[in-house]
């Protein structure tokens, strides 16, 4: 078998998806992009192409290391997301031609179902009770939101207490019959999140997600050890070379690499097992779309450490599209009590609706971050 062609397509609301053909007749689907930056990433798909075509699908491996090593210059969101898709797509490739579905090429089920956990609120949350109730009734018990809006390296009590507060309200009106994740986004300074942590200890979140940036990623340790909430990050790290250095410095009790932007399944089951040999939970970074779901759930399928996995359906990104809209399949993807279960199609188990996503890719926004400024004028963090 031979790769023939990779071909990309940019559809709403900030995802790509890539087909990757072979000379059998079997494709495989990856979604390779960074959000914000899909023109990026779609470049560094195609500048890989030529390492592809022409190749085996099956050497995965050997094609992996191609991609890394091929290029002088390596590593970060761009050319690691570009090799994440194309990863999963061999993967995928490679189910489709055994006949088996990924996981059972990885080893096999270490776990019969998979915690998922839903988003409620937005980039500025403000009422989420409403939102959790709602979700609640549907069978969720697990949540995730983000913990606050913009905030200075130095700022007032009157953001903290507003902070503090709206969770409080989540404990007072839930108990603990939810549970939840505040997401800090890498918007508060290492100052500002002892504080944050501080204050959050009465009510108990689940995790708290990059409580600073994961370029100050040496503030985790010291944070650690000022608070009992577990910390998470690894969405904005790309390889298990920098995961090693968190790792060894310790601090984190969940890491979260996101298989469309740390190098795919091969590099994410790596990273997993890192973890696990550090007593570290998994928990996937997934706000997009169907293919990069079903690669978190098939490395969640054999990974012992996997506690966690998010999954955009009814996220706050998604602006009139949603990730099953793009699937032929949706039954494969239904949320039963909180819990997922294991793919049985071969490969990664997603049937794409191919003409939907051509269609679709026509008219694809060109979406953007959104800046965010102090009230000084500078610019603050997303």
């Known amino acids: 078998m031979k790769i023939t062609k990779l071909s990309t397509f940019r559809v709403a609301p900030r995802w790509m998806f890539l087909k990757v053909e072979t000379d059998e007749g079997i494709a495989g689907w990856g979604e390779p992009v960074v959000e914000g930056k899909s023109l990026s990433t779609e470049a560094a798909v195609h500048e890989f192409a030529p390492y592809l075509v022409g190749q085996d699908p099956m050497r995965i491996n050997d094609l992996w290391q191609v991609m890394y090593r091929g290029g002088f210059y390596r590593g970060g969101p761009t050319l690691m997301s570009a090799i994440a898709g194309i ?32 988003w ?6 403000s009422d989420v009770i409403r939102d959790i109730k709602r979700l609640h009734e549907r069978g969720f018990d697990t949540f995730k939101m983000n913990g606050s809006v913009e905030m200075g390296l130095l700022d007032n009590s009157a953001k903290v207490d507003a902070a503090i507060a709206r969770i409080a309200e989540i404990r007072e009106a839930f108990g603990n019959t939810i549970e939840f994740g505040i997401d800090f986004h890498g918007r508060i300074g290492s100052a500002m999140a002892k504080t944050m942590l501080r204050e959050l200890e009465p009510h108990r ?24 909430i577990p910390l998470a990050a690894g969405e904005r790290m790309y390889s298990r070379f920098e995961f090693k250095r968190v790792f060894e410095a310790g601090g984190l009790a969940i890491v979260q690499p996101d298989p469309s932007h740390a190098g795919g399944i091969s590099e994410c089951l790596k990273i997993a097992s890192m973890a696990e040999a550090y007593d570290v939970a998994l928990a996937p970074h997934c706000p997009l779309g169907p293919v990069a779901l079903a690669a978190c759930l098939h490395l969640d399928f054999v990974s012992h450490n996997a506690v ?75």
């Open 87 to 118: 990863d999963q797509a061999l993967w995928d490739i490679k189910g489709k031609a055994l006949g088996v579905p990924v996981y059972q090429l990885l080893g096999g089920l270490v776990r019969d179902k998979m915690k998922v956990y839903s």
């Open 120 to 125: 409620v609120g937005g980039d500025r949350p």
């Open 205 to 228: 979140p689940l995790f708290v997600e990059e409580p600073v940036l994961a370029e100050q990623d040496e503030q985790y340790a010291r944070l650690a050890q000022h608070t009992s």
């Open 308 to 382: 966690l996995q998010e999954q955009s359906i009814g996220i706050h990104y998604n602006q009139g599209v949603e990730p099953l809209d793009y699937v032929l399949n949706p039954e494969d993807f239904v949320i039963q009590d909180g819990y997922m279960l294991p793919f049985t199609k071969p490969g990664l188990g997603v049937v794409m609706n191919e003409d939907h996503i051509r269609e679709a890719a026509k008219h694809a926004p060109d979406w953007r971050n959104p800046l965010w400024r102090h009230e000084d004028g500078s610019v603050a963090e997303w």
